[in-house]
Protein backbone atom coordinates (compact mmCIF):
# COMPACT_ATOMS: atom_id res chain seq x y z
CA UNK A 1 0.00 0.00 0.00
CA UNK A 2 2.74 2.65 0.74
CA UNK A 3 4.35 1.81 -2.72
CA UNK A 4 1.10 2.36 -4.74
CA UNK A 5 0.77 6.25 -3.46
CA UNK A 6 4.00 7.20 -5.17
CA UNK A 7 3.28 5.55 -8.78
CA UNK A 8 0.07 7.03 -8.22
CA UNK A 9 1.90 10.51 -8.29
CA UNK A 10 4.48 9.82 -10.67
CA UNK A 11 1.83 9.01 -12.90
CA UNK A 12 0.39 12.44 -12.34
CA UNK A 13 3.34 14.00 -13.24
CA UNK A 14 3.70 12.31 -16.84
CA UNK A 15 0.08 13.29 -17.69
CA UNK A 16 0.40 17.08 -16.86
CA UNK A 17 3.60 17.73 -19.52
CA UNK A 18 1.49 16.17 -22.06
CA UNK A 19 -1.12 18.37 -21.06
CA UNK A 20 0.90 21.68 -21.21
CA UNK A 21 2.15 20.86 -24.89
CA UNK A 22 -1.14 20.41 -25.69
CA UNK A 23 -3.18 23.82 -24.33
CA UNK A 24 -1.84 27.19 -25.46
CA UNK A 25 -0.13 29.49 -23.30
CA UNK A 26 -2.48 31.39 -21.59
CA UNK A 27 -4.02 28.51 -20.47
CA UNK A 28 -0.77 27.19 -18.63
CA UNK A 29 -1.50 28.79 -15.57
CA UNK A 30 -4.89 27.74 -15.40
CA UNK A 31 -3.49 24.11 -15.70
CA UNK A 32 -1.10 24.70 -13.19
CA UNK A 33 -3.71 26.22 -10.48
CA UNK A 34 -5.61 22.97 -11.14
CA UNK A 35 -2.74 20.38 -10.52
CA UNK A 36 -1.54 22.23 -7.09
CA UNK A 37 -5.21 21.92 -6.28
CA UNK A 38 -5.56 18.57 -7.23
CA UNK A 39 -2.63 17.31 -5.69
CA UNK A 40 -3.66 18.98 -2.15
CA UNK A 41 -7.25 17.14 -2.44
CA UNK A 42 -5.28 13.84 -3.24
CA UNK A 43 -2.72 14.36 -0.12
CA UNK A 44 -4.40 14.36 2.31
CA UNK A 45 -6.43 10.91 1.41
CA UNK A 46 -2.84 9.16 0.31
CA UNK A 47 -1.85 9.89 4.52
CA UNK A 48 -4.82 9.03 5.52
CA UNK A 49 -4.95 5.47 4.33
CA UNK A 50 -2.69 3.84 6.77
CA UNK A 51 -5.57 4.60 9.15
CA UNK A 52 -8.11 2.88 7.24
CA UNK A 53 -8.98 -0.81 8.79
CA UNK A 54 -8.47 -3.69 6.79
CA UNK A 55 -11.73 -5.82 7.21
CA UNK A 56 -10.02 -9.03 4.65
CA UNK A 57 -7.12 -11.05 6.30
CA UNK A 58 -4.49 -11.57 3.89
CA UNK A 59 -5.80 -10.21 0.65
CA UNK A 60 -4.38 -7.23 -0.97
CA UNK A 61 -8.01 -6.28 -2.74
CA UNK A 62 -8.41 -3.62 -0.24
CA UNK A 63 -5.53 -1.47 -0.76
CA UNK A 64 -6.43 -1.55 -4.16
CA UNK A 65 -10.16 -0.47 -3.80
CA UNK A 66 -9.25 2.28 -1.47
CA UNK A 67 -7.19 3.79 -3.72
CA UNK A 68 -9.12 3.66 -6.74
CA UNK A 69 -11.85 5.07 -4.52
CA UNK A 70 -9.36 7.97 -3.34
CA UNK A 71 -8.56 8.87 -7.06
CA UNK A 72 -11.77 8.78 -8.20
CA UNK A 73 -12.51 11.27 -5.31
CA UNK A 74 -9.72 13.34 -5.89
CA UNK A 75 -10.56 13.26 -10.13
CA UNK A 76 -14.13 14.50 -8.80
CA UNK A 77 -13.05 17.19 -6.59
CA UNK A 78 -10.89 18.42 -10.00
CA UNK A 79 -13.08 18.58 -12.39
CA UNK A 80 -15.11 20.25 -10.09
CA UNK A 81 -12.61 22.97 -9.39
CA UNK A 82 -11.67 22.78 -12.87
CA UNK A 83 -15.75 23.40 -13.90
CA UNK A 84 -15.30 26.59 -11.26
CA UNK A 85 -12.49 28.30 -12.97
CA UNK A 86 -14.03 28.26 -16.35
CA UNK A 87 -17.26 29.59 -15.30
CA UNK A 88 -15.31 32.61 -14.06
CA UNK A 89 -14.68 31.80 -10.21
CA UNK A 90 -18.75 31.99 -9.45
CA UNK A 91 -19.47 30.07 -6.06
CA UNK A 92 -21.93 27.34 -5.97
CA UNK A 93 -24.80 28.23 -3.87
CA UNK A 94 -25.98 25.55 -0.92
CA UNK A 95 -29.75 24.83 -2.22
CA UNK A 96 -31.52 23.62 1.02
CA UNK A 97 -33.10 20.39 1.21
CA UNK A 98 -36.92 21.19 0.84
CA UNK A 99 -39.07 20.29 4.00
CA UNK A 100 -41.81 18.07 3.45
CA UNK A 101 -45.07 19.64 2.65
CA UNK A 102 -47.25 18.50 5.55
CA UNK A 103 -44.82 20.13 7.71
CA UNK A 104 -45.25 23.43 5.77
CA UNK A 105 -49.12 23.20 6.09
CA UNK A 106 -49.07 22.61 9.63
CA UNK A 107 -46.89 25.88 10.22
CA UNK A 108 -49.04 28.64 8.48
CA UNK A 109 -51.75 27.09 10.11
CA UNK A 110 -50.38 27.94 13.57
CA UNK A 111 -49.45 31.30 12.12
CA UNK A 112 -53.29 31.85 11.30
CA UNK A 113 -54.66 31.17 14.33
CA UNK A 114 -52.19 33.19 16.48
CA UNK A 115 -52.59 36.85 14.19
CA UNK A 116 -56.93 35.48 14.10
CA UNK A 117 -56.64 35.54 17.79
CA UNK A 118 -54.23 38.61 18.12
CA UNK A 119 -56.79 40.69 16.03
CA UNK A 120 -59.44 39.92 18.77
CA UNK A 121 -57.19 40.94 21.27
CA UNK A 122 -55.95 43.72 19.49
CA UNK A 123 -59.39 44.76 17.89
CA UNK A 124 -60.76 44.79 22.29
CA UNK A 125 -57.84 46.10 23.41
CA UNK A 126 -58.40 49.55 21.06
CA UNK A 127 -61.71 49.62 22.20
CA UNK A 128 -61.24 50.01 25.31
CA UNK A 129 -58.75 52.26 24.86
CA UNK A 130 -60.71 54.47 22.79
CA UNK A 131 -63.42 55.04 25.11
CA UNK A 132 -61.12 56.56 27.76
CA UNK A 133 -60.99 59.39 25.87
CA UNK A 134 -58.93 62.64 27.56
CA UNK A 135 -57.55 63.10 30.68
CA UNK A 136 -58.97 66.11 33.14
CA UNK A 137 -56.64 69.22 33.08
CA UNK A 138 -53.76 68.51 35.21
CA UNK A 139 -54.12 65.21 35.98
CA UNK A 140 -53.28 61.72 34.12
CA UNK A 141 -56.57 60.61 34.68
CA UNK A 142 -60.32 60.79 34.25
CA UNK A 143 -63.98 59.77 35.77
CA UNK A 144 -63.73 57.06 32.95
CA UNK A 145 -60.53 55.71 34.28
CA UNK A 146 -61.23 55.97 37.64
CA UNK A 147 -64.82 54.07 37.05
CA UNK A 148 -62.72 51.33 35.49
CA UNK A 149 -60.35 51.15 38.28
CA UNK A 150 -63.40 51.32 40.62
CA UNK A 151 -64.99 47.92 38.85
CA UNK A 152 -61.82 46.26 38.25
CA UNK A 153 -60.96 46.16 42.31
CA UNK A 154 -64.55 45.76 42.29
CA UNK A 155 -64.11 42.10 40.34
CA UNK A 156 -60.87 41.35 41.93
CA UNK A 157 -62.30 41.44 45.62
CA UNK A 158 -65.46 39.59 44.51
CA UNK A 159 -63.66 36.72 42.95
CA UNK A 160 -61.35 36.78 45.85
CA UNK A 161 -64.17 36.10 48.16
CA UNK A 162 -65.58 33.18 46.00
CA UNK A 163 -68.89 35.74 45.86
CA UNK A 164 -70.98 35.44 42.73
CA UNK A 165 -72.25 39.26 43.26
CA UNK A 166 -70.43 42.51 42.74
CA UNK A 167 -70.40 46.09 44.48
CA UNK A 168 -69.11 48.47 41.94
CA UNK A 169 -68.46 51.99 44.15
CA UNK A 170 -66.04 55.13 42.36
CA UNK A 171 -65.40 55.59 45.80
CA UNK A 172 -61.81 54.79 47.44
CA UNK A 173 -63.71 51.90 49.06
CA UNK A 174 -64.62 49.37 46.53
CA UNK A 175 -67.25 47.16 48.50
CA UNK A 176 -69.74 49.66 49.33
CA UNK A 177 -72.81 48.24 48.56
CA UNK A 178 -73.87 51.30 46.42
CA UNK A 179 -73.49 51.13 42.84
CA UNK A 180 -72.52 54.12 40.29
CA UNK A 181 -73.17 54.93 36.61
CA UNK A 182 -70.32 54.44 34.16
CA UNK A 183 -69.01 57.30 32.71
CA UNK A 184 -70.06 57.69 29.02
CA UNK A 185 -67.55 58.23 26.11
CA UNK A 186 -69.00 61.93 26.24
CA UNK A 187 -68.06 62.38 29.49
CA UNK A 188 -71.21 62.76 31.33
CA UNK A 189 -71.75 60.27 34.06
CA UNK A 190 -74.78 57.89 33.11
CA UNK A 191 -77.46 57.34 35.95
CA UNK A 192 -77.45 53.84 37.63
CA UNK A 193 -80.64 51.71 36.91
CA UNK A 194 -82.03 51.72 40.21
CA UNK A 195 -80.46 52.15 43.72
CA UNK A 196 -78.47 49.80 45.16
CA UNK A 197 -78.51 47.17 41.96
CA UNK A 198 -76.16 44.51 41.83
CA UNK A 199 -73.73 42.71 39.48
CA UNK A 200 -73.13 39.49 38.94
CA UNK A 201 -69.50 38.54 39.56
CA UNK A 202 -67.73 37.31 35.98
CA UNK A 203 -65.48 34.22 36.42
CA UNK A 204 -61.83 34.51 36.47
CA UNK A 205 -60.67 34.21 33.10
CA UNK A 206 -58.18 31.80 32.00
CA UNK A 207 -55.62 34.02 30.32
CA UNK A 208 -55.34 37.14 32.23
CA UNK A 209 -55.12 40.07 29.43
CA UNK A 210 -54.03 43.51 29.94
CA UNK A 211 -57.00 45.88 30.13
CA UNK A 212 -56.08 49.83 29.74
CA UNK A 213 -55.45 52.60 32.15
CA UNK A 214 -54.44 55.50 30.86
CA UNK A 215 -56.08 58.36 29.25
CA UNK A 216 -54.09 60.73 26.65
CA UNK A 217 -53.30 63.91 28.39
CA UNK A 218 -55.16 67.17 28.31
CA UNK A 219 -53.13 69.54 26.09
CA UNK A 220 -51.72 72.96 27.70
CA UNK A 221 -53.93 75.44 28.15
CA UNK A 222 -56.99 73.29 27.94
CA UNK A 223 -59.89 72.06 29.78
CA UNK A 224 -60.60 68.53 28.58
CA UNK A 225 -63.29 66.22 28.90
CA UNK A 226 -63.16 62.38 27.73
CA UNK A 227 -64.46 63.52 24.59
CA UNK A 228 -63.74 66.88 23.65
CA UNK A 229 -60.59 69.87 24.33
CA UNK A 230 -61.58 72.89 25.33
CA UNK A 231 -58.78 76.02 24.97
CA UNK A 232 -58.43 78.58 27.50
CA UNK A 233 -58.66 82.34 26.26
CA UNK A 234 -56.63 83.52 24.25
CA UNK A 235 -55.47 80.22 22.72
CA UNK A 236 -56.90 78.33 19.32
CA UNK A 237 -56.58 74.60 18.28
CA UNK A 238 -54.30 73.42 16.04
CA UNK A 239 -53.65 69.81 14.51
CA UNK A 240 -51.12 67.27 15.16
CA UNK A 241 -48.31 67.54 13.40
CA UNK A 242 -48.72 64.36 11.38
CA UNK A 243 -52.05 65.99 10.78
CA UNK A 244 -50.44 69.50 10.06
CA UNK A 245 -52.36 70.40 6.63
CA UNK A 246 -55.79 69.19 7.85
CA UNK A 247 -57.93 72.01 9.98
CA UNK A 248 -59.16 70.74 13.12
CA UNK A 249 -63.08 70.35 12.42
CA UNK A 250 -64.85 73.82 14.28
CA UNK A 251 -67.49 72.91 17.15
CA UNK A 252 -67.32 76.33 18.66
CA UNK A 253 -70.13 78.06 19.44
CA UNK A 254 -71.37 80.88 17.02
CA UNK A 255 -71.03 83.71 18.70
CA UNK A 256 -67.27 82.88 19.13
CA UNK A 257 -64.73 84.05 16.71
CA UNK A 258 -61.78 82.06 17.02
CA UNK A 259 -61.32 78.10 16.87
CA UNK A 260 -61.45 76.88 20.42
CA UNK A 261 -63.38 73.87 20.98
CA UNK A 262 -62.77 70.25 19.86
CA UNK A 263 -64.91 67.25 20.07
CA UNK A 264 -64.02 63.72 19.17
CA UNK A 265 -65.44 62.88 15.31
CA UNK A 266 -68.83 61.34 15.29
CA UNK A 267 -69.48 57.66 12.76
CA UNK A 268 -67.65 57.56 9.77
CA UNK A 269 -70.59 57.34 7.74
CA UNK A 270 -72.29 60.56 9.04
CA UNK A 271 -73.49 62.06 6.18
CA UNK A 272 -73.25 65.51 7.37
CA UNK A 273 -69.72 65.37 7.97
CA UNK A 274 -67.19 68.11 6.00
CA UNK A 275 -64.32 66.97 4.90
CA UNK A 276 -62.30 67.65 7.97
CA UNK A 277 -64.67 66.05 10.01
CA UNK A 278 -64.22 63.14 7.81
CA UNK A 279 -60.33 62.70 7.58
CA UNK A 280 -60.54 62.66 11.48
CA UNK A 281 -63.46 60.59 11.48
CA UNK A 282 -61.41 58.26 9.40
CA UNK A 283 -58.18 58.76 11.24
CA UNK A 284 -59.80 58.26 15.10
CA UNK A 285 -61.38 54.72 13.35
CA UNK A 286 -58.06 53.36 12.58
CA UNK A 287 -55.55 54.68 15.07
CA UNK A 288 -57.43 55.20 18.22
CA UNK A 289 -57.02 53.05 20.90
CA UNK A 290 -53.93 51.24 19.34
CA UNK A 291 -50.88 50.49 22.08
CA UNK A 292 -48.40 53.13 21.87
CA UNK A 293 -50.83 55.90 20.21
CA UNK A 294 -53.19 55.84 23.03
CA UNK A 295 -57.05 56.71 23.99
CA UNK A 296 -57.24 59.80 20.88
CA UNK A 297 -54.62 59.21 18.29
CA UNK A 298 -53.05 62.50 17.19
CA UNK A 299 -54.77 64.74 19.49
CA UNK A 300 -54.92 68.28 18.60
CA UNK A 301 -53.09 70.86 20.51
CA UNK A 302 -53.60 74.91 21.78
CA UNK A 303 -51.57 77.77 20.63
CA UNK A 304 -51.70 81.36 20.95
CA UNK A 305 -54.60 82.90 18.81
CA UNK A 306 -52.41 85.17 16.66
CA UNK A 307 -55.80 86.97 15.39
CA UNK A 308 -56.71 87.70 19.52
CA UNK A 309 -53.09 88.95 20.09
CA UNK A 310 -53.26 91.28 16.67
CA UNK A 311 -55.98 93.05 18.43
CA UNK A 312 -54.93 93.05 21.65
CA UNK A 313 -51.61 94.68 20.40
CA UNK A 314 -53.64 97.13 18.12
CA UNK A 315 -56.13 98.07 20.95
CA UNK A 316 -53.03 98.36 23.45
CA UNK A 317 -51.25 100.70 21.12
CA UNK A 318 -54.30 102.66 20.95
CA UNK A 319 -54.99 103.07 24.56
CA UNK A 320 -51.40 103.47 25.23
CA UNK A 321 -51.15 106.82 22.16
CA UNK A 322 -54.16 108.28 23.71
CA UNK A 323 -53.01 108.06 27.22
CA UNK A 324 -50.18 109.29 26.39
CA UNK A 325 -51.39 112.41 24.26
CA UNK A 326 -53.83 113.20 27.04
CA UNK A 327 -51.04 113.45 29.60
CA UNK A 328 -48.51 116.01 26.68
CA UNK A 329 -51.94 118.16 26.43
CA UNK A 330 -52.26 118.71 30.29
CA UNK A 331 -48.55 119.00 30.95
CA UNK A 332 -48.11 121.71 27.58
CA UNK A 333 -51.15 123.75 28.88
CA UNK A 334 -50.29 123.91 32.66
CA UNK A 335 -53.02 122.26 33.44
CA UNK A 336 -53.39 120.63 37.48
CA UNK A 337 -49.76 122.31 37.59
CA UNK A 338 -50.45 122.83 41.35
CA UNK A 339 -52.28 119.43 42.13
CA UNK A 340 -50.37 117.42 44.32
CA UNK A 341 -48.35 114.18 43.34
CA UNK A 342 -47.76 112.45 46.83
CA UNK A 343 -49.53 109.58 45.66
CA UNK A 344 -50.14 107.18 43.20
CA UNK A 345 -53.61 107.69 42.46
CA UNK A 346 -52.94 111.37 42.75
CA UNK A 347 -50.52 111.33 39.90
CA UNK A 348 -53.20 109.40 37.93
CA UNK A 349 -56.40 111.82 38.57
CA UNK A 350 -54.17 114.49 37.59
CA UNK A 351 -52.67 113.20 34.23
CA UNK A 352 -54.93 110.49 33.30
CA UNK A 353 -59.01 109.57 32.81
CA UNK A 354 -61.23 106.92 34.55
CA UNK A 355 -61.13 103.22 33.35
CA UNK A 356 -64.64 103.10 32.81
CA UNK A 357 -65.33 106.18 30.72
CA UNK A 358 -61.89 105.49 28.59
CA UNK A 359 -63.71 101.83 27.97
CA UNK A 360 -66.62 103.47 26.40
CA UNK A 361 -64.48 105.78 24.39
CA UNK A 362 -62.64 102.89 23.11
CA UNK A 363 -65.93 100.50 22.66
CA UNK A 364 -67.09 103.68 20.24
CA UNK A 365 -64.60 103.21 18.14
CA UNK A 366 -64.33 99.30 17.64
CA UNK A 367 -65.52 97.77 14.92
CA UNK A 368 -69.31 95.70 15.06
CA UNK A 369 -67.88 92.85 14.18
CA UNK A 370 -65.23 92.70 17.61
CA UNK A 371 -67.76 93.74 20.05
CA UNK A 372 -68.69 90.35 21.51
CA UNK A 373 -64.85 89.65 22.12
CA UNK A 374 -63.96 93.66 23.37
CA UNK A 375 -64.53 93.30 27.56
CA UNK A 376 -62.05 90.27 27.19
CA UNK A 377 -59.64 92.32 24.38
CA UNK A 378 -59.73 95.34 26.47
CA UNK A 379 -59.02 93.69 29.77
CA UNK A 380 -56.38 92.06 28.40
CA UNK A 381 -54.83 94.68 26.72
CA UNK A 382 -54.81 97.11 30.14
CA UNK A 383 -53.08 94.17 31.72
CA UNK A 384 -50.21 94.02 29.12
CA UNK A 385 -49.63 97.85 29.36
CA UNK A 386 -49.47 97.57 33.10
CA UNK A 387 -47.22 94.22 32.87
CA UNK A 388 -44.94 96.35 30.55
CA UNK A 389 -44.61 99.58 32.64
CA UNK A 390 -45.88 101.59 30.24
CA UNK A 391 -49.05 103.00 31.95
CA UNK A 392 -49.87 102.55 35.58
CA UNK A 393 -53.41 102.31 37.64
CA UNK A 394 -54.61 103.50 40.84
CA UNK A 395 -57.97 103.01 42.95
CA UNK A 396 -58.79 105.71 45.25
CA UNK A 397 -61.32 105.13 48.02
CA UNK A 398 -65.03 105.05 45.98
CA UNK A 399 -63.54 102.32 44.15
CA UNK A 400 -62.82 104.27 40.81
CA UNK A 401 -60.63 103.61 39.01
CA UNK A 402 -57.56 105.79 37.11
CA UNK A 403 -55.63 104.78 34.22
CA UNK A 404 -52.94 107.23 32.99
CA UNK A 405 -49.60 106.78 31.13
CA UNK A 406 -46.22 107.20 32.81
CA UNK A 407 -44.38 109.15 29.04
CA UNK A 408 -46.44 111.72 27.92
CA UNK A 409 -46.52 112.60 24.03
CA UNK A 410 -45.37 115.95 23.25
CA UNK A 411 -44.82 118.07 20.01
CA UNK A 412 -42.20 120.33 19.19
CA UNK A 413 -43.72 123.59 20.42
CA UNK A 414 -45.34 121.85 23.48
CA UNK A 415 -41.96 120.70 24.16
CA UNK A 416 -40.23 123.78 23.96
CA UNK A 417 -42.97 125.44 26.13
CA UNK A 418 -42.36 122.40 29.03
CA UNK A 419 -39.11 122.62 28.97
CA UNK A 420 -38.64 126.60 29.31
CA UNK A 421 -41.05 125.79 32.54
CA UNK A 422 -39.41 123.47 33.89
CA UNK A 423 -35.82 125.54 33.89
CA UNK A 424 -37.84 128.37 34.88
CA UNK A 425 -39.10 126.42 37.96
CA UNK A 426 -35.80 124.77 38.74
CA UNK A 427 -33.59 128.36 37.99
CA UNK A 428 -36.27 130.92 39.02
CA UNK A 429 -34.65 130.94 42.50
CA UNK A 430 -31.00 131.87 41.03
CA UNK A 431 -32.74 133.78 38.19
CA UNK A 432 -34.54 136.30 40.49
CA UNK A 433 -31.72 136.35 42.63
CA UNK A 434 -29.18 137.15 39.98
CA UNK A 435 -31.27 139.99 38.37
CA UNK A 436 -31.91 141.58 41.82
CA UNK A 437 -27.95 141.74 42.66
CA UNK A 438 -27.18 143.29 39.17
CA UNK A 439 -29.98 145.68 40.17
CA UNK A 440 -28.89 146.78 43.54
CA UNK A 441 -24.99 146.72 41.63
CA UNK A 442 -26.69 149.25 39.30
CA UNK A 443 -28.20 151.19 41.92
CA UNK A 444 -25.63 151.82 44.17
CA UNK A 445 -23.74 152.98 41.39
CA UNK A 446 -25.65 155.74 40.30
CA UNK A 447 -26.42 156.26 43.84
CA UNK A 448 -22.95 156.66 44.39
CA UNK A 449 -22.55 159.04 40.93
CA UNK A 450 -25.48 161.34 42.35
CA UNK A 451 -23.91 161.41 45.96
CA UNK A 452 -20.73 162.42 43.99
CA UNK A 453 -21.95 165.13 42.05
CA UNK A 454 -24.40 166.19 44.91
CA UNK A 455 -21.49 166.49 46.94
CA UNK A 456 -19.14 168.73 44.46
CA UNK A 457 -22.17 170.67 44.08
CA UNK A 458 -22.65 170.90 47.89
CA UNK A 459 -19.09 172.01 48.15
CA UNK A 460 -19.78 174.74 45.24
CA UNK A 461 -22.75 176.07 46.86
CA UNK A 462 -21.48 176.12 50.08
CA UNK A 463 -18.22 177.65 48.81
CA UNK A 464 -20.34 180.76 46.83
CA UNK A 465 -22.93 180.86 50.34
CA UNK A 466 -19.63 181.68 51.96
CA UNK A 467 -18.69 184.13 49.20
CA UNK A 468 -21.58 185.86 49.43
CA UNK A 469 -21.69 186.45 53.23
CA UNK A 470 -18.14 187.46 52.85
CA UNK A 471 -19.14 189.86 50.05
CA UNK A 472 -22.38 191.14 51.90
CA UNK A 473 -20.21 192.03 54.96
CA UNK A 474 -17.45 194.09 52.97
CA UNK A 475 -20.35 196.23 51.11
CA UNK A 476 -22.21 196.50 54.14
CA UNK A 477 -19.07 198.54 55.58
CA UNK A 478 -18.02 199.45 52.41
CA UNK A 479 -21.03 201.21 51.27
CA UNK A 480 -24.30 201.30 53.75
CA UNK A 481 -26.40 202.62 51.72
CA UNK A 482 -25.67 199.96 48.83
CA UNK A 483 -26.00 197.27 51.43
CA UNK A 484 -27.71 198.64 54.59
CA UNK A 485 -27.55 195.01 56.43
CA UNK A 486 -24.45 192.78 56.77
CA UNK A 487 -26.08 189.76 57.05
CA UNK A 488 -28.31 187.62 54.14
CA UNK A 489 -31.77 185.23 54.51
CA UNK A 490 -30.44 181.50 54.19
CA UNK A 491 -33.74 181.29 52.41
CA UNK A 492 -33.70 183.74 50.17
CA UNK A 493 -29.83 182.96 49.51
CA UNK A 494 -31.09 178.94 49.06
CA UNK A 495 -33.72 180.67 46.04
CA UNK A 496 -30.49 182.53 44.24
CA UNK A 497 -28.47 180.27 44.19
CA UNK A 498 -30.60 177.15 43.19
CA UNK A 499 -32.73 179.04 40.74
CA UNK A 500 -32.00 176.48 38.06
CA UNK A 501 -32.96 173.48 40.42
CA UNK A 502 -36.73 173.28 40.07
CA UNK A 503 -37.59 170.37 42.28
CA UNK A 504 -38.80 171.42 45.37
CA UNK A 505 -37.30 168.04 47.29
CA UNK A 506 -34.17 168.26 45.36
CA UNK A 507 -33.31 171.97 46.72
CA UNK A 508 -34.13 171.20 50.00
CA UNK A 509 -31.94 168.23 50.19
CA UNK A 510 -29.03 170.06 48.79
CA UNK A 511 -29.89 173.22 50.76
CA UNK A 512 -29.70 171.26 54.04
CA UNK A 513 -26.44 169.90 53.55
CA UNK A 514 -25.17 173.60 52.73
CA UNK A 515 -26.97 174.60 55.49
CA UNK A 516 -24.77 172.09 58.28
CA UNK A 517 -21.57 173.04 56.42
CA UNK A 518 -21.99 176.67 56.62
CA UNK A 519 -23.81 177.18 59.94
CA UNK A 520 -20.68 174.63 61.02
CA UNK A 521 -18.51 177.63 59.90
CA UNK A 522 -16.85 179.65 62.46
CA UNK A 523 -16.55 182.81 60.30
CA UNK A 524 -20.42 182.40 60.35
CA UNK A 525 -23.08 183.59 62.58
CA UNK A 526 -26.72 182.60 62.61
CA UNK A 527 -29.48 184.71 64.07
CA UNK A 528 -33.21 185.48 63.22
CA UNK A 529 -33.63 188.68 62.16
CA UNK A 530 -36.64 190.62 60.71
CA UNK A 531 -36.24 190.65 57.26
CA UNK A 532 -37.81 192.76 54.24
CA UNK A 533 -41.66 192.53 54.58
CA UNK A 534 -41.47 192.03 58.29
CA UNK A 535 -40.60 188.39 58.67
CA UNK A 536 -38.55 186.58 60.72
CA UNK A 537 -35.88 184.28 59.14
CA UNK A 538 -32.74 182.78 60.15
CA UNK A 539 -29.82 184.71 58.94
CA UNK A 540 -25.95 184.32 58.08
CA UNK A 541 -23.75 186.88 58.90
CA UNK A 542 -19.49 186.78 58.35
CA UNK A 543 -17.77 187.83 60.95
CA UNK A 544 -14.28 186.47 59.87
CA UNK A 545 -11.39 188.39 58.19
CA UNK A 546 -12.51 189.36 55.02
CA UNK A 547 -8.99 189.76 54.00
CA UNK A 548 -8.31 191.11 50.15
CA UNK A 549 -11.57 191.04 48.31
CA UNK A 550 -11.91 190.90 44.35
CA UNK A 551 -14.45 191.69 42.31
CA UNK A 552 -17.92 190.89 43.70
CA UNK A 553 -19.38 187.59 42.24
CA UNK A 554 -22.56 187.96 39.82
CA UNK A 555 -24.58 186.69 42.49
CA UNK A 556 -23.05 188.83 45.48
CA UNK A 557 -24.08 191.98 43.07
CA UNK A 558 -27.50 190.46 42.58
CA UNK A 559 -28.05 190.49 46.43
CA UNK A 560 -26.59 193.72 46.91
CA UNK A 561 -28.57 194.93 44.31
CA UNK A 562 -31.70 193.87 46.50
CA UNK A 563 -30.63 195.31 49.19
CA UNK A 564 -30.43 198.80 47.58
CA UNK A 565 -33.47 198.51 46.23
CA UNK A 566 -35.45 197.86 49.12
Known amino acids: MGSAAPEVKQERLFIVPSQVTEEDESDMEE ?9 DIASPVVEAEPAVPVVMDGSQEPEGDIVSESEEYADGQVAAVSKRISEGGQVVRHQPESEPEGHSLFTRLIIL ?37 ARAAAVELCQRENRTTQYVSNTDSATSPVPTGTASVSGEDSQPA ?20 TCTPCPRHATCTPSSVTCENGYVLRSHPVLYYVPVPDYSPPNQLSHTTFTRPRSLFSTDVDVPELIYSAVSTLFDGLPGLGPVAFPPRCVADPRRRRHINGMGKSIETFLAAERGKRLCSGEGASLPEDTEIAQAKKWGRELEKLRDESMKKTSPNLLPLFNDTFNEAITQLVDWGVIFMAEDKDGTRYIASKNPSLDVWCTLTVKTREAWTQWRASVIGSALLILSALVLKRRRA ?14 IALDLLRNQELAHHTDPVTAPRPYLSSLQLRDLVLQDEHSVSARTRLWERVERVVEGNANVRTNLEEVEGGDEQR ?28
Open 31 to 39: MQQMEALRQ
Open 450 to 463: QNAAENERVAGLVQ
Open 194 to 213: RENAVETCPPPTFLPLSHPE
Open 113 to 149: LLLLSSSGMLYDYKHESSGIGFCTAGTATNAVVEDRR
Open 539 to 566: VWQWVGSTGKLGAPSGASRQIAADESAS
